[in-house]
Structure formats: structure tokens, C-alpha cells
């Protein structure tokens, strides 16, 4: 089973950096793993490690 994050993306926002992370218990979080589906100006989609076992997913957004 996977989870998987779909994000909706401004793409006239060029400058904006985003990064998937999952957790299984909302405290450790890692990227480490997750596969890409789609990286599109408008969407991401993220999804988690094979066979994983998290729970929780979130997206990190940043400006540099």
C-alpha cells in the first residue's frame, strides 16, 4: 500500500521549491524513498516508498 500526496501548483510561482514528506507518527519525517508520478508546472504527485508503513504525508513549500 502507498500513500500519496497530489498538490496543486501556481504555475506563474517559478520560484517555489517543494519537497513530499511522510511520517508514521507526525514526529520523524523523511522524503527519503518517495516516488515522483507527475512534476508538472500544476501538479505534484508524490507517492510513498514501497511497502511503507506511513501514515501521515505533507507538503513542504519554500522561497529561497
Sequence with gaps: KHLQLNITKNPNATDL???VEFSTDMVH??????VI???TPTLLQVRSPA???KKYGRAVITNP
Excluded: V
Design 51 to 53: 511497502n511503507s508503513i
Design 29 to 34: 519525517w523523511s522524503s527519503e524513498g518517495n
Design 37 to 39: 508520478i507527475t512534476n
Design 17 to 19: 521549491i517543494y519537497q
